[in-house]
């Protein structure tokens, strides 16, 4: 599958290799594997994908899914820089993540709201978390994935315009 339309323009970062950082890790976890996370994402518009929609929605979210995977795969690459293990958990607060942390809503204009609003909720996380990371190539890599997010509320934003406005 071709990313490049669910992706925004633009390389990712390389990562360099850092040295043990609890703090950073903190911070990362909850993108990686906390309720409102890469993880979650990618279950959620999994879940959605196999609902009966329309074709052109079903292709975006699966594309969105994919582009969270690849968001998810860079993330516990960060947290095994920092030296954390990259569980899909949350050890600070001994919360392992769980399928109860996906919506399973089934209505199309509700689903494609709840996914927008997460994708909102997930921009200014990563933004938040860049500004608070201390590390420059860790921050420049939140800021991307952050735009990556920005480009799916675009094309959320489209599918709400298209198949949930009424007029």
């Known amino acids: 599958m071709d990313l490049s339309r669910y992706q925004a323009e633009g390389p990712y970062p390389e990562m360099e290799n850092r040295c043990p950082n609890p703090k950073a890790l903190t911070m990362l976890y909850p993108l990686y594997a906390g309720a409102a996370s890469e993880l979650s994402a990618i279950h959620q518009y999994t879940y959605q994908r196999l609902l009966c929609c329309p074709d052109e929605v079903t292709e975006t979210l699966g594309g969105i899914a994919a582009v969270e995977m690849h968001h998810l795969m860079m993330l516990g690459r960060l947290i095994r820089s920092f030296g954390g293990d990259p569980r899909f958990c949350q050890p600070s607060r001994r919360r392992w993540w769980d399928g109860g942390m996906v919506c399973y809503e ?31 190539c860790a921050a420049a890599l939140l800021r991307r994935i952050a735009k990556d997010e920005e480009h799916h509320i675009i094309l959320l934003t489209k599918l709400i315009n298209q198949f949930c406005r009424k007029g």
């Open 106 to 136: 089934n209505r199309l204009c509700k689903l494609l709201l709840k996914d927008l609003s997460d994708e909102h909720n997930a921009v200014t996380a990563y933004l938040y978390t860049a500004q608070r990371i201390g590390h420059p």
